[in-house]
């Protein structure tokens, strides 16, 4: 099983030696009503791990992510196993606006916060 997520901002941002990609849905007022967090953790004391955080949830993503493959305006992660928290899916695609600042984000980010586990896909 897959669950499905549509995003209308991505944002790239390193804060604390952690790079970071988000994902939002936003309101016509700009406020958040859906978000994905997807960080790298760089610090000595943390190791290099991946963390996903959705809706102030947070999951180990190192854990959990097989592999990833982007294609286009859709990233799609490939999980070990069901994920119960994400309702058993054993994949998420995430598919996002195709914008000019969307698609910066996602070229600025993608390899420093999921290099490794990209396979497939035209990345």
Known sequence: MRVSRFYDTVAFDVRDAAPMLFFASTSSAGDIDDYLLIMRTEKDDLGNEIVLEINEQQLPGSEMISEVRMSGNMLTLIFHEKVRALEGASQMVLTFED????RTSIEAGIFRVLGEKL???RA
């Open 119 to 121: 396979c497939g896909g």
């Open 99 to 102: 914008s000019p600042e969307n």
